[in-house]
């Protein structure tokens, strides 16, 4: 049982998801782990786009460094060519409204869960090392994205846990995995 798990509030994930075999388990769990990992490389993305200063001066056409009128591409001609004479020359404003939002479009709560309610089926007796050995990078995802949820801290408490359990039970790739606090070695080393 998981600590995490409790007898008043129930099993942190009371359903388990079972497949027709291991191979079928890794690729649902890494398709997760990739829409996990693509919400946080986007969801960094917005946050610098977000904090990018434009710049909204006009520039002045005889400039040389206005980049607003090129002519044709790997056409040397001047910029007297350019049929955008009467057109204002300006920088063009970065506005964040005009970008989809990321969050309706990949449910990352949805794919942690996912994961972690098909990690059962592969730590059965069965799949012996392979189990457990193809749980790492999924693993590893939930539990760098459920601190982005301050109210999944039940989830990421059970996913701590069980990288414990498997640091223990001899999987000691997992110890060096966790950048921010080393998983507890084994004492049977």
């Known amino acids: 049982m998981n600590p995490a798990d409790d007898a008043k509030l129930g099993k942190v994930f009371p359903v388990a998801f079972h497949f027709p075999n291991l191979m079928t388990a890794y690729t649902?769990?890494?398709?997760?782990?990739?829409?996990?990992?693509?919400?946080?490389?986007?969801?960094?993305?917005?946050?610098?786009?977000?904090?990018?200063?434009?710049?909204?001066?006009?520039?002045?056409?005889?400039?040389?460094?206005?980049?607003?009128?090129?002519?044709?591409?790997?056409?040397?001609?001047?910029?007297?060519?350019?049929s955008c004479e009467d057109k204002p020359h300006s920088t063009t404003q970065f506005d964040m409204n005009q970008l989809l939002p990321v969050d309706p479009r990949i449910d990352v709560?949805?794919?942690?869960?996912?994961?972690?309610?098909?990690?059962?089926y592969c730590m059965q007796k069965e799949m012996k090392g392979l189990g457990p050995t193809t749980t790492v990078i999924p693993l590893m995802a939930v539990i760098e994205i459920l601190p982005n949820f301050p109210h999944c801290s039940r989830?990421?408490?059970?996913?701590?846990?069980?990288?414990?359990?498997?640091?223990e039970k001899g999987l000691r790739l997992m110890q060096y995995l966790d950048s921010e606090e080393p998983v507890r070695e084994s004492k049977s080393q």
Request: hydrophobic content about 40%.
């Open 28 to 82: 649902c769990m890494i398709h997760w782990a990739s829409l996990i990992l693509l919400w946080a490389v986007l969801s960094h993305v917005y946050q610098l786009l977000g904090a990018l200063k434009v710049d909204n001066t006009a520039t002045d056409s005889s400039s040389p460094a206005d980049t607003s009128c090129h002519g044709r591409v790997g056409d040397n001609s001047s910029h007297d060519a350019c």
């Open 109 to 120: 709560l949805a794919a942690t869960r996912n994961i972690c309610q098909s990690l059962e």
């Open 155 to 167: 989830e990421l408490a059970w996913a701590k846990a069980l990288c414990e359990k498997f640091s």
